[in-house]
């Protein structure tokens, strides 16, 4: 099992900028690929960037490409989302989530961080 704890949510001015965190703990050896994805209220789940474990391959929707950017710290087990230039749309609570070796999806899911833009 992986445990994923996120932090970094909170309020900000559309503008601004936030910082997500994501600590990995447990069988942290089987990860190849972590993500972050959101959901905003009354809207499915959306992928919103992954990356992978070994070789830091990135991935990014097209509505936060040039704003978010996704990185990892292997040493320290744990996955950012840099957010930047955040718009009101941006609000949604954001997970992130592991894909263990072999595994076809993300099984690992963390409890999610709520962040809010306000216009």
């Known amino acids: 099992q992986v445990q994923l704890v996120e932090s970094g949510g909170g309020l900000v001015q559309a503008g601004g900028s936030l910082r997500l965190s994501c600590a990995a703990s447990?069988?942290?050896?089987?990860?190849?690929?972590m993500g972050w994805f959101r959901q905003a209220p009354g809207k499915e789940r959306e992928f919103v960037a992954n990356?992978?474990?070994?070789?830091?391959?990135?991935h990014s929707a097209d509505s936060v490409k040039d704003r978010f950017t996704i990185s990892r710290d292997v040493v320290k087990n744990m996955v950012f989302l840099q957010m930047t230039a955040l718009k009101p749309e941006d609000t949604a609570v954001y997970s992130c989530a592991a894909r263990a070796e072999y595994a076809p999806a993300y099984e690992y899911w963390g409890q999610g961080t709520q962040v809010t833009i306000s216009s």
């Open positions: 990356i992978t474990w070994v070789g830091g391959r990135t």
């Open positions: 447990g069988r942290t050896f089987s990860i190849v690929a």
